[in-house]
Every structure is written in C-alpha cells, then in structure tokens.
T-cell receptor, first 115, second 115 residues
Framework: DGGITQSPKYLFRKEGQNVTLSCEQN?????MYWYRQDPGQGLRLIYY???????QKGDIAEGYSVSREKKESFPLTVTSAQKNPTAFYLC??????????????FGPGTRLTVL | QQQVKQSPQSLIVQKGGISIINCAYE??????FPWYQQFPGKGPALLIA?????SEKKEGRFTISFNKSAKQFSLHIMDSQPGDSATYFC??????????????FGQGTTLQVKP
C-alpha cells in the first residue's frame, strides 16, 4: 500500500524539549517537504529536500532542523528554540520537486502540543 | 514575500447550491495553480489544478476559472453536497528557475454544506 506515513499522530512535549517527527514514503519520490499548519492560516513551508543528503530552508525554518539520509525518510526535529511549536505538521512528497506541475502528496499529519 | 490571498475564510452553502472560493496572486512567475481539499485531521489532497494558458478547467462538479489579466482564480463546486464539507486551499507555484518550485498556499476556506 503506497503512501506517506507520519508518526506519531499526536505528540505532547514539555517546554524546553526537542522532539522529532517521523515522515516515511514508499512512493519512490525524490522530493520531500515539511509544512506547518495553524488555524486560519495556510500551509507554511519549513524545509524541503529535492535529493538525498541535500535540503533547503523554507519560509519558517527557524527553530527546526531536518535530515535526509535516505530517500524514503525525512524526519523533522522541533527544537527548544522554536518559540511557538504547537501546530499541525504535514509532510509531503513529490516525484522531482522542480517543475511547477509536480504534484505534492501529503501525509496524514502530526499534531504537536507543547504543555 | 510572494502571497496568495484567499476568500472567504468560511462559507455555508445549502445542499445543491454552488460554492465559490476566490484567490488572488501577485507573482506573475506563477504558472501552476492547484486546489487542495482537506478533511479534519487529515492531510490535504489535490482536487484539481490549472495552468494559465486556459481560462477554465472542469472535473466533475469542480471547476476552476482563471483570469490571467486580473491575477485571480476561483473554485466553483456545483451541486454542493454535505460530503464536500472540508477546508479548501488554493495554491500557486512557479517554475524552478523562479522559486525552486515552492508551493505558496492561500489561507484556506472552511466550507460547510447544509443538508
């Protein structure tokens, strides 16, 4: 069953702790993305990667870090430097990530709550 | 910063009615305009998309109208059904030479179709 999986579905974190969100895809896509979604706002790009071992900052990268050691995996770490981390986090992937018509497919999301 | 402005923020339509969601963009380098549908607690899914070389695209009950000179595009949902109740996002994307293929999302419209 092909697709994008994100885990966990819900995550609770205490202030000052780092936490890592998992994203895995078996679609053989080269490009992967992390978005943040807040109520009443559109999706905002945190980081993206168009190829293994390479990634670029999106519009709101401060307080986040990523790695892309394997094609199918793109974990996101929310660090203690992120001022307001409570949000719904969405991972996406696409075939190549360069042409404008390259469709992005989204995972089911992880809801992070900082206590 | 490149923007896509979406309206209305929320919309209530009677079953069988027409739902209309509007978006406006600023960057003339955008050349691909997808619409995504998101159900609560799920990731967005591509609904329909259009290139600026056509003024209208129809897929079933969903139609995109595109006005290149006004830099506006809209989603029309004909014969709206309660199952269409979801959040809809417009988005825009340019070629890789202009913005490395990043999707820019509107703020989202929450649609409720009353039975």
């Amino acid at each position: 069953d092909g697709g994008i999986t994100q885990s966990p579905k819900y995550l609770f974190r205490k202030e000052g702790q780092n936490v890592t969100l998992s994203c895995e895809q078996n679609l053989n896509h080269d490009a992967m993305y992390w978005y943040r979604q807040d109520p009443g706002q559109g999706l905002r790009l945190i980081y993206y990667s168009q190829i293994v071992n390479d990634f670029q900052k999106g519009d709101i990268a401060e307080g986040y870090s990523v790695s892309r050691e394997k094609k199918e995996s793109f974990p996101l770490t929310v660090t203690s430097a992120q001022k307001n981390p409570t949000a719904f986090y969405l991972c996406a992937s696409s075939i190549e990530g360069r042409t404008s018509t390259d469709t992005q497919y989204f995972g089911p999301g992880t809801r992070l709550t900082v206590l | 910063q490149q923007q896509v402005k979406q309206s209305p923020q929320s919309l209530i339509v009677q079953k069988g009615g027409i739902s209309i969601i509007n978006c406006a963009y600023e960057n003339t380098a955008f050349d691909y305009f997808p619409w995504y549908q998101q159900f609560p607690g799920k990731g967005p899914a591509l609904l329909i998309a259009i290139r600026p070389d056509v003024s209208e695209k129809k897929e079933g009950r969903f139609t995109i109208s595109f006005n290149k000179s006004a830099k506006q595009f809209s989603l029309h949902i004909m014969d709206s059904q309660p199952g269409d109740s979801a959040t809809y996002f417009c988005a825009a994307r340019g070629s890789s030479s202009s913005n490395t293929g990043k999707l820019i999302f509107g703020q989202g419209t929450t649609l409720q179709v009353k039975p």
